[in-house]
């Protein structure tokens, strides 16, 4: 199995000729690992062989690429030359084997959600119960926006499923809005955001890093109305 740096070096230089980007890349995402942080990358327009704008995150171990579409690129200010790198946080400091494995993630209005409104959607998750007995398990949602935001703005959602039982199925979700009347720091119109959706347990107080992680994680890019 690849690792992630392997991995994101050899994407940086499918995807950039300039060889100073792509070791800049991996040399920032290298530190990033070894403080077991999560990081993402915001490469502009004119640095990449397709003209194409690029949102890279390294999200828990996992590696996660988006391409802008021109009037998301524009909105991030990221039609020229430039690159941004910016760390998100701690991984969880615990690994627990994976129970369950989601494939097919499916955001209601992702290129145009309401903040005011609940997230919702759909995704297949294939459960190894026996080894769940016990546990008291959630879905996260973790938003990451493409600059870094004050601490105070809430950064993940959760939403607690109905028992699930051994085999797979098509699991739907609602999260709470993202813009709540107490919220000071509301998405603004045409913000992006990648949106991470895995099983955790139950998030405690006394942990910063929230649950421990059940299952893969899988990516999505949201625009916000």
Known sequence: ??????????????????????????SNARKAEQQRHNCHFLIGAKLTRSGRAHLVHCYDGELFVFELTRDQAAREKMLGRVMQFVVDGPRPSADAPAAIHLEHLDIDQADDLP????????CRCVVDAPRLDGVCLCLEMALRTSRQQPRKRRDSLYFYPPALVAGDATIPFQFAAVRSPDDSIPPAPGQVAAGFLRFCTAPDPKRPDGGVPLSNALGALLTFR
């Open 1 to 26: 199995m690849f690792s992630l740096l392997t991995l994101l070096s050899s994407w940086a230089q499918s995807v950039s000729p300039a060889g100073d980007v792509c070791r800049a890349i991996v």
């Open 115 to 122: 903040p005011t409104s609940p997230i919702t959607g759909r």
